[in-house]
């Protein structure tokens, strides 16, 4: 079941903010209109970073994901929530989420039930990375705001855990507040990244 | 963005044994969720691990020291 609410991020160009759609419960459609915008526009980007000898690890590390095969692969299953923001009949970002399993790595939270975070992506135009004049701003911020908001309806008290690319992890630390637990062995050596019920309180003031 | 993002929902009542009913009060204090809270998260577990049963997968438990793994046998 599909269900669609407003939302804001920001329009770099006239720095205002602007209505956008979130979608809770991403369908094959929402995913399959995603790479139809997102792949030809990284292809085209990837093919001028290569041209201008940027280096591979100031790629985006996450241009390979396959957003069809995993919407496909939670479709129905309760334990999942996928969410898309929609705005001029583009998907700006896209987050996958599970609600149940997960459980709280630091000290005072070990124990006790997340959210986690297992895919968070905004659109390629939207990347410093990718793009010479990212579009829209606030992406990531609304859906770590979903991802808390979710965790407050599911009585989690906002905490949420997520494991970070590199490129993200500065932007976890210091734009979300999160508290870096370091470099996690079972996930490919990424950074763990958690959020208490204090910082998830803070992070939306 | 300050309002829910969940679906509405719908009562039942639900008939446990003494047991039963101890196991779920333990788990939400322990968990420091309600007692709904809880059975919602069963249910979303229970869910998941049956559709990759059904999936001719298998479901193991590893030690997080040790590496040594265990199946956990389910009927």
Not at chain 1, 58 to 70: F, G, V, Y
Request: aromatic letters at 8%.
């Amino acid at each position: 079941m599909s269900e669609r609410s407003l939302v804001h991020i920001k329009d770099r160009r006239t720095g205002m903010l602007v209505e956008a759609t979130l979608i809770d419960g991403v369908t094959r459609e929402d995913v399959e209109l995603a790479e139809g915008q997102w792949d030809p526009y990284l292809q085209k980007e990837l093919a001028r970073l290569q041209s201008e000898g940027v280096p591979r690890n100031q790629w985006p590390q996450h241009a390979h994901w396959n957003w069809r095969d995993k919407q496909k692969a939670v479709e129905g299953v309760l334990a999942y929530r996928m969410f898309g923001i929609e705005h001029s009949s583009e998907i700006q970002g896209l987050m996958l989420c599970v609600t149940a399993g997960k459980t709280g790595r630091i000290e005072s939270q070990k124990g006790k039930p997340l959210v986690y975070v297992h895919f968070l992506a905004a659109a390629p135009w939207n990347l410093g990375s990718m793009s010479r004049e990212p579009r829209f701003s606030l992406v990531g911020t609304v859906l770590i705001t979903v991802a808390i908001q979710l965790s407050l309806d599911e009585e989690f008290d906002g905490r949420i855990g997520l494991h970070s690319l590199r490129q993200a992890d500065e932007w976890y630390e210091k734009a979300c507040g999160m508290t870096n637990l370091g470099s996690d062995p079972s996930a490919h050596d990424l950074k763990y990244f958690e959020m208490t019920p204090e910082q998830a309180s803070k992070f939306l003031k | 963005m300050n309002q829910s993002i969940s679906a509405a929902k719908r009562t039942m009542t639900l008939n446990l044994t003494e047991a039963e009913m101890k196991a779920l009060d333990d788990l939400s204090a322990q968990k420091d969720i309600s007692k709904t809270a809880v059975l919602r998260q069963a249910l979303r577990l229970y869910q998941m691990l049956d559709r990759r049963l059904a999936r001719g997968e298998k479901l193991f438990f590893e030690h997080d020291t040790t590496k040594e793994k265990a199946e956990l046998m389910l009927i």
